[in-house]
């Protein structure tokens, strides 16, 4: 069965809403652990975008990527975080160019490079629950 264009929209439609939902019920570690989930995601478009010989500059997926990883950094306690928070602001901002490099170059070497740390950093995170 081949998509439609108005199905396509109303999966992406029933998708925001269930992640809206997921969000309004959440704490604050679920709600990263939502972030991550869609860090990871990005990330897997980008790659697939790749594969199917796509440019990856200035797509909804690379903006989305890197905005998440704005928002993480930004989220960040810091005056709680202490020394954890520093280190993670740092880790966020080292992969923000590590996206920006990837993107830049089309690179699925570094969007897998970059994957992997997220994968890192989202399965401590997880460990909290």
């Known amino acids: 069965m081949t998509a439609t264009a108005s199905t396509v929209r109303a999966t992406g439609l029933y998708r925001r809403l269930q992640h809206e939902s997921r969000a309004a019920a959440a704490d604050p570690v679920e709600l990263v652990t939502m972030l991550y989930d869609e860090l990871e995601t990005a990330i897997g478009v980008l790659a697939a975008m790749i594969r199917q ?9 690379a903006h989305r990527a890197r905005a998440i990883l704005i928002g993480l950094d930004a989220g960040l306690d810091r005056d709680k975080g202490g020394d954890v928070a520093t280190a993670l602001s740092r880790v966020y901002r080292s992969m923000r160019r590590k996206l920006d490099d990837a993107v830049a170059v089309n690179s699925a070497e570094g969007l897998a490079e970059l994957l992997e740390g997220v994968l890192t950093i989202s399965g401590a995170w997880r460990q909290l629950r």
């Open 53 to 61: 010989g796509q440019r990856i500059s200035a797509t909804e997926p």
